[in-house]
Structure formats: C-alpha cells, structure tokens
C-alpha cells in the first residue's frame, strides 16, 4: 500500500496538515498536490474545524514543483493539459483561514503556497524564495503576484530577478510574514494562533477571511461596501447575540456557529 504523503491530525478545531512526501525537500508533485486538496476538502467539510495548520519537514516547507516532473514539459502538453495548474487552483479558494509553519526552504511553489496561506510564521532557519529564474522559467503560481502585493515591488523585483532568498528575518521585516520564531516552537505557536482563531464563531471567521481577501481583488470603495454588506449580515446570526450578551453579562462567548 502506498504511504500517505500528507497526514493531518486534529488539535481540538484545528487541524495539522503536514507534507511528508518521503524527501524531506517535499518537492511539489502532482500526487503531492492531489493529496493536499483532497486533505484540505475533508477539513471545508468538516464543522468541528475552523482553522489548519500548514506545515513541511524539518527541513523544508517545499521546494518548488517537481522539477523532474516539469523538465520534459513541451508548451502545447502544459496549456492544453493545464498541468499543475490544475489542483492549485482548489487551494485559494478554501474558506477556512490557513496557517503555514515554515521550517527551512520555501522555494518557487513553496513560497507560493506558503503565500496563498492566510497567515505564515517562520522558523528563524526558513528561506523565502522565488528561484525559477535560474530553471529559465517565470514563477507559475503567484509569486510575481502575491510577493510584491505582500513584500512591495522592490523586494519582489529582487527575489524574483535575482533567484537568491530571504531570510526569515528578512521576509518578517518587509511583510511576507507575521512572526519568527524558534524552529522547535514552531509547531506549538501556529497551533495557539489557530486555537485563538477556532474558538470564534465559524461563519465570522469565514466572512473576515472573505473580507480581508477582497481588499485585494476590488477598490477600497467597493471593498468598503463589501465590508458594510458583511457587518449589517452579522446581525442575522445567533453568534452575534451571544457575543454581545456575554461581553455585557462578564462571561466568554458560547458561541454555537450560526
Ligand atoms: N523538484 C524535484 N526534485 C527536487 C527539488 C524539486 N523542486 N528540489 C530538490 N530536489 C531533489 C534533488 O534533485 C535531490 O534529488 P536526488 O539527487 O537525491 O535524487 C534531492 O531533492 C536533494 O536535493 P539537493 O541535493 O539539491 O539538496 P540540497 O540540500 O543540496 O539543496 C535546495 C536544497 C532546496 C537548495 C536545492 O535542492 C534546490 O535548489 N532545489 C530546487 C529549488 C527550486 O528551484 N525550486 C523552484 C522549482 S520551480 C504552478 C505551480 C507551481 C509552480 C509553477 C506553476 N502552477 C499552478 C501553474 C512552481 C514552480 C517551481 O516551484
């Protein structure tokens, strides 16, 4: 039987997605890629779950797409096939806030994926990078995108023309990340960002993540009346009442997800 080469586990509402794909490298193979999507539509569909932790090996979030996998590729066989296009697409729609745990290299693909996450902390050994440039092939998902909306143009222009990688302290310093911290207490602060995140009520969670990603997508006005649009809904909910009750009465929120 084939080995799973992407394990969850459950921490209360917070699930642990970890690649282990057999190299430590975790380079991003179709199957690999396959088995996160399908990892990440059970924990959608599952309502004890409000938040996942995204995390690699010890030694790296991923490496990029498999490169033994990509070197053959002729133009007609990647468009008409959409290879690798495919299953990716699935992950920036999830719903449910997504952490990535960044521990060592975090390359072309992997950087990619650690920034279609919703919030990425890093261990102090994590290395950011968009190095496709030197495989004389352009970043393929998202990273002439995602970086400079999250690191500006200048750190984007760099990372991206010339190959080499930041630093976790780097990528905290211009914006990529959240958070660094040590590499063995990694797991452990994703996790309690993910419990303080899951104790909230679920669709609430839902609406902010839809509504910070918007800001992305439209003008401020537009996103401003998105905004207006989700706050006067809130009031339809059950966990708004509650909310609101047990501020007032001194007492933590039971909040019951509608
Ligand atoms: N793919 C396949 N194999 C990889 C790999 C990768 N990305 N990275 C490493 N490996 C393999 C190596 O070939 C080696 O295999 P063996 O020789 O043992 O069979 C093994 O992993 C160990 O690698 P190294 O010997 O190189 O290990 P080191 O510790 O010396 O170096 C390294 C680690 C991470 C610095 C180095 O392996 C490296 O530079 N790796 C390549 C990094 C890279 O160029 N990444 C970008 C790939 S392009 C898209 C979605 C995604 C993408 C594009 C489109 N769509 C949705 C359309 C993404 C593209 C990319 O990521």
């Known amino acids: 039987m084939e080995q799973p080469i992407v394990h969850t586990e459950l921490h209360g509402r917070v699930a642990l997605v970890r690649l282990a794909s057999g190299n430590p490298l975790n380079p991003l193979t ?33 490496a990029g797409a498999d490169i033994v996998g990509m070197a053959p590729l002729d133009y007609a066989t990647a468009f008409s096939e959409d290879l690798i296009g495919r299953n990716w697409d699935h992950l920036r729609r999830l719903r449910k806030p997504l952490i990535a745990a960044v521990r060592g290299y975090a390359l072309g693909g ?12 890093a261990a102090r050994d994590a290395l950011f990078g968009q190095p496709e440039i030197k495989l004389g092939i352009v970043p393929g998902a998202g990273g002439t995108q995602r970086l400079p909306r999250a690191a ?99 007492r933590t929120a039971r909040f019951v997800n509608r």
């Open 152 to 250: 500006g143009k200048s750190t984007a222009m760099l990372a991206c023309l010339t190959g080499e990688a930041l630093p976790a302290s780097d990528a905290l310093a211009c914006g990529l990340i959240s958070k660094v911290v040590e590499p063995d207490a990694l797991i452990e602060e994703a996790l309690r960002i993910g419990q303080q995140i899951a104790r909230h009520s679920l669709p609430v969670i839902v609406a902010v993540k839809e509504a910070v990603d918007r800001s992305f997508e439209s003008s401020l006005a537009e996103g401003l009346l998105f905004e207006r649009r989700l706050f006067h809904a809130g009031f339809s909910l059950a966990d708004q009442k509650e909310g609101m009750a047990a501020f007032l009465e001194r």
């Open 110 to 121: 992997g950087c990619e994926l650690a920034m279609m996450c919703d919030i990425v902390i």
């Open 30 to 62: 179709d199957a690999l890629i396959d088995a996160l999507v399908s990892a990440m539509q059970r924990i959608e569909a599952d309502p004890a779950v409000h938040a996942t932790v995204l995390t690699g090996s010890d030694k790296a979030f991923a």
